[in-house]
């Protein structure tokens, strides 16, 4: 009989909840039994809020992506709308239809672009990997961007790529590859250079794509892996929409690697894209590498050199690398210095890099 005169706040909170009341926080009231169930609805209504802000997120954001292609349609189907006009006048002081080709390609990629990062938000089921040979699969796709730069009068490098096996998805990897070297021809001005290079960063391929072209501004750079993010003088070109880093850095991180960007405002820029090689170590290094953070650096501390050459030696036997052993053998008049060094990368990024070769 008492229950009947206490007031059923589990009754209200239910009430506000199925009226769509997700801000208003739900307290813990009345006896046990009615605070250990609003404390589950409390919970509850945490979870539907922060449901609610992702979903609205994610319109304003489609929004926002209809928004900015939308704006940058404008200009090319101006430009089409006048080379159109000027073929019906008789005009042909230039390749009017060249032109309207070019600017329907850019309207072509925009909406492309648009697709594609929707695809990534909605269809996330996993994409078939292939074992790979990096260095055919990369001097086959770097090779496809050399007219590029000749046509540009850029200086187009690709230096020697390891010997390495990594598993990707070979779609993808191309998309991450096309979009960083392209990038790098776009905004490098003719005469200039574009070098892409390789170097194994513990378990770790990296491959550099370095220019000296225009360079990113210190107050756009923490920005640039965003998405729809564009500094304003690149809002010119109609060709960008602000996606390709994004799901660049986002197949990356699908494939256990990362992207990241060192630039300079007029001295260019170096984007690092690492992906993790398939037995890239060696049995004995990848032991190594899997043991304790303070293990290995004790290791280091007490027995550094010893250990590096024993680790190259070991690698020498299982990759049969020429390089390698000449490294090795070269690390034991200058053990003070490879010591240090080895203990220096782990304690700092958890890779004993030199170690790795």
């Known amino acids: ?4 005169g206490r007031k059923n706040y589990v009754l209200e909170a239910v009430e506000a909840l199925c009226a769509g009341d997700v801000a ?22 945490k979870n539907m809020l922060e449901r609610e802000v992702r979903e609205a997120k994610i319109v304003e954001q489609n929004k926002l992506a209809i928004a900015s292609v939308a704006h940058d349609i404008k200009t090319p189907l101006a430009l089409i709308a006048g080379y159109t006009e000027c073929l019906g006048d008789g005009m042909d002081d230039k390749d009017y239809l060249a032109l309207i080709g070019e600017k329907t390609e850019q309207i072509n990629q925009l909406v ?34 050399a007219d590029l730069a000749k046509a540009k009068n850029i200086t187009y490098k690709v230096r020697r790529i390891p010997n390495a096996k990594i598993y990707v998805n070979r779609q993808d990897m191309e998309r991450v590859i096309q979009n960083l070297v392209t990038n790098a021809i776009k905004y490098t001005e003719p005469g200039g250079k574009v070098v892409v290079s390789f170097t194994r960063w513990g378990v770790y391929l990296m491959i550099m794509v370095r220019d000296n072209g225009r360079g990113i501004s210190k107050r756009s750079l923490p920005y640039v892996f965003d998405k729809f993010y564009r500094e304003d003088h690149s809002r010119t070109d109609l060709r960008s929409s602000g996606l390709g880093l994004y799901i660049a850095k986002d197949i990356a991180k699908k494939h256990g690697g ?32 899997a043991l304790p953070r303070p293990v290995k650096l004790v290791l280091l ?23 390698t052993l000449l490294i090795g053998i070269l690390s034991l008049p200058m053990f003070l210095f ?20």
């Open 1 to 4: 009989m008492k229950d009947r």
């Open 301 to 323: 501390l007490c027995f550094g050199w010893i250990l590096s050459f024993v680790l190259r030696m070991a690698r020498v036997a299982e990759k049969k690398n020429i390089s």
């Open 258 to 289: 990362d992207i990241t960007v060192r630039s300079r405002e007029g001295k260019g820029s170096m984007f690092t894209l690492s992906i993790p090689e398939v037995s890239n170590s060696g049995k004995l290094a990848q032991r190594f590498e």
């Open 112 to 145: 492309l672009k648009l697709v594609d990062t929707s695809q990534q938000e909605i269809n996330e089921i996993p994409k078939l990997r292939d074992l790979v040979d990096a260095r055919y699969f990369f001097s086959a796709v770097l090779e496809k961007y």
């Open 338 to 357: 490879v010591s240090a060094a080895d203990f220096i990368s782990e304690l700092v990024y958890n890779k004993m890099t030199l170690a790795m070769d």
């Open 24 to 45: 208003t926080p739900i307290r813990e009231r009345g006896g046990p039994s009615q605070k250990k169930t609003l404390r589950r609805l409390e919970e509850l209504r």
